[in-house]
Nanobody
């Protein structure tokens, strides 16, 4: 069974930094895009950043220049470095990955979510 374990959320003051990590475990043949989404209270889940297996990254306009997504394919881990945090970044952050099993079937999986709170 494939699982994702997230870590790194917490409370930080505006202007501060946090680093989120998400590690995948289980019988995975290959991992395609990995990334992060977030959901603020009362709002829909939105894309934050994704990264392909080749390292191409895509960011939401609201985080460009402040957040950096990276991945370690050997460790099956994706990271989100968040700098210059703003109160509007407060949300539950969800790790996401698309992976293939050994039959070639493509699947999606989400992490359990980690809360990031930015105080003003």
């Amino acid at each position: 069974q494939v699982q994702l374990v997230e870590s790194g959320g917490g409370l930080v003051q505006a202007g501060g930094s946090l680093r989120l990590s998400c590690a995948a475990s289980g019988s995975i043949a290959s991992i395609n895009p990995m990334g992060w989404y977030r959901q603020a209270l009362g709002k829909e889940r939105e894309l934050v950043a994704t990264i392909t297996s080749g390292g191409s990254a895509n960011y939401a306009d609201s985080v460009k220049g402040r957040f950096t997504v990276s991945r370690d394919n050997g460790k099956k881990t994706v990271y989100l470095q968040m700098n210059s945090l703003k109160p509007e970044d407060t949300a539950v952050y969800y790790c996401y990955l698309n992976w293939r099993d050994w039959t070639g079937r493509s699947r999606d999986i989400w992490g359990q979510g980690t809360l990031v709170t930015v105080s003003s």
